[in-house]
């Protein structure tokens, strides 16, 4: 009869001990091929509680025993080895696994079934050197296969290969296109961008054509003529380039240390834009197959990816960071497969995203509708922190409509609940949002009373000293933005203009490009109220720029009072006074945003 594992296994390691104090093994390598040899497979349980039983009664022999300091020197060298060994062979049977469902997976789901095996939300997620060996490893599994099965895995083998190969060609270029322009860092479809660096290096038909559509500003809905004809060796060469390209940015910019809230903005906006790519993928397919379910299957992974962030950004604006018609459709096109994610956490975060850009769109009523689904899911996963970020939109949207007492309720209960759990960032945006929606509630009602007056400004006032003590610039900016626009209604323009010369400034440091725009339509109103024209025009003209880029029904606004001191001035002197303060306009927006001016303001008196 056999004796049990654990006796062999207490034998094995007194063994390994023996020839250790006796000089036999000369290297920590001779005990990871002994062990190697010696432990089985799945009972990695019985092998760690025997050898810890021995570490524990050498320890207690330290004292007592001359030689038990070298015994237990030679158990945590064993250890050692032994946690070297479960690692390699947990990564072993990964691969293993991945060879196994490839190999049985039918062949009109095999890149779905890819997509799946290679999802970056897994808890070990397979790194570039793991699908190296997967390739290798494939290759010699199926050298005797069947022929079908021998043909899939080949281009499976090939289309990884090729992708590795094309990310290899790109990665000494992954940020260099960064450093071509001191205005314009991210992904907006602006010169320049990392499609145009990169696609020179590209040369496999479908990755070369998606990056020069990116490159070019193209629909990539457009290449459904191609996407339809490529193959599945082409597809897996795309999702392994573009996967290595996402990872390799986001990791760039998680450890910029110079700025690390404007490092994860651009993590974020790495991801989203991502997404955006492989939804408007899917878009491309004339009828339904496994090509057009990976790409869909892939932006499912990119936004469970985002949302499970410990810094995602509940409040902060992400998608004004792209250019403003590319917000539209990213929207537009990430819809439908959010769709497809049941009521999650995850779905509520991706949900409050983009809630909070339709408001900026001036779409406050689908982003009223994303918020309360939104704020229902959160409350069922009991996600205290988006629930109450939910509440706080639906106030600030409420506002938009000017629907003042429901914006006053929501703020209300955000202020309760971020009390109740101590949820300082949902606190400050209670106390700033209750307090902005009742200086337009007693306007509205006519009844500015000094009460009144006094309450609104105490909320505005606890918001931004909060956020002051937590250091959250975006909160402070809002909060100063909120500040000002409620001395601008009670008609105090020296005030106004401290606020929001502080909130803009902020906002500019937070890459926030609607609040920044809105602190400065304000200050150009601000301005006007004080007859100081110059000031007005630079206001005015900046904020309408910054909406307008981003889309936001608010560059109306300003561009309707600068078309308005335009018209008081007359062209010439209008245009002198622009002059004047194009030095400090152009170190904000760039000598294009200012040539811009006179091609928006037409734009205005068009429409």
Not at 148 to 176: P, T, W
Not at 331 to 339: A, F, N
Not at 532 to 549: E, N, P, S, V, W
């Amino acid at each position: 009869m056999s004796q049990p594992l654990s006796e062999n296994y207490f034998t094995l390691i007194d063994e390994l001990v023996d020839k250790t104090l006796q000089g036999k093994i000369a290297s920590t390598e001779r005990v990871y091929i002994v062990l190697q040899r010696g432990i089985e497979k799945g009972t990695g349980e019985i092998w760690e509680r025997c050898l810890s039983q021995r570490m524990e009664a050498t320890k207690l022999e330290i004292d007592k025993k001359l030689k038990a300091k070298r015994i237990l020197r030679a158990l945590e060298t064993i250890e050692t080895q032994y946690q070297r060994w479960q690692k390699n062979n947990q990564q072993a049977d990964i691969i293993h696994g991945v060879i196994k469902s490839i190999i049985e997976a039918n062949s009109n789901e095999l890149f779905t079934t890819i997509v799946k095996l290679i999802d970056p939300n897994q808890k070990q997620p397979l790194t570039r050197d793991k699908l190296d060996q997967i390739a290798q490893k494939l290759a010699a599994s199926t050298a005797e296969a069947d022929p079908q099965i021998k043909q899939n895995c080949q281009q499976i083998v090939m289309g990884i290969n090729r992708g590795l190969e094309s990310f290899a060609k790109l990665e000494d270029d992954l940020i260099s296109w960064m450093y071509q322009s001191s205005n314009n860092l991210g992904f907006a479809r602006e010169k320049p961008n990392p499609w145009r660096v990169w696609v020179k290096k590209i040369d496999s038909p479908l990755a070369q054509q998606v990056l020069a559509a990116l490159a070019e500003q193209k629909a990539i809905a457009d290449l459904a003529s191609i996407t339809n004809r490529i193959e599945l060796i082409g597809w897996v060469e795309l999702l392994i380039l573009l996967q290595s390209l996402q990872q390799g940015l986001v990791t760039w910019f998680d450890q910029q240390p110079y700025n690390a809230q404007f490092g994860k903005k651009l993590s974020y906006r790495t991801l989203l834009t991502f997404a955006g790519i492989w939804s408007e993928l899917s878009q491309t397919f004339t009828s339904s197959n496994q090509f057009q379910e990976g790409c869909l299957q892939n932006v499912l992974q990119i936004l469970r990816l985002f949302a499970r962030r410990d810094d995602f950004p509940l409040y902060n604006g992400i998608f004004v960071s792209l250019s403003g018609e590319y917000l539209e459709n990213t929207l537009e096109y990430l819809g439908e497969p959010l769709k497809q994610i049941p009521g999650t956490q995850e779905k509520a975060r991706i949900l409050t995203l983009f809630g909070y850009s339709q408001r900026i769109l001036g779409q406050y009523a689908p982003a009223i509708e994303f918020h309360q689904e939104a704020l229902e899911i959160a409350r069922e996963a009991g996600d205290k922190p988006c629930e109450i970020a939910n509440l706080n939109h639906l106030s600030r949207t409420c506002v938009q409509q000017k629907n003042y007492e429901e914006a006053i309720s929501y703020s209300q209960r955000a202020l309760i609940l971020a009390r109740q759990g101590g949820y300082k960032l949902g606190e400050t945006n209670a106390l700033v949002n209750l307090g902005y929606s009742k200086v337009f509630l007693s306007r509205q009602l006519d009844r500015m009373q000094t009460d009144n007056y006094n309450e609104a400004i105490g909320y505005l006032q606890q918001g931004v000293e909060l956020a002051a003590k937590t250091e959250d610039i975006q909160s402070q900016s809002l909060g100063c933005n909120s500040l000002g626009i409620a001395y601008v209604i009670l008609e105090q323009p020296t005030s106004a203009i401290a606020y929001l010369e502080k909130g803009a400034t902020l906002a500019q440091m937070a890459q926030d490009i609607y609040l920044q725009g809105l602190s400065y339509t304000y200050l150009a109103e601000a301005f006007y109220s004080l007859e100081d024209k110059a000031q007005t025009i630079k206001y005015g003209c900046l904020a309408m720029y910054l909406l307008h880029q981003i889309n936001s029904l608010e560059w109306r606004k300003s561009a309707g009072l600068v078309t308005i001191i335009k018209g008081q001035l007359g062209d010439i002197s209008f245009q002198e006074s622009l002059r004047k303060a194009r030095p400090e306009i152009i170190a904000l927006i760039g000598i294009d945003g200012y040539d811009y001016f006179p091609k928006i303001v037409e734009e205005y008196q068009q429409n």
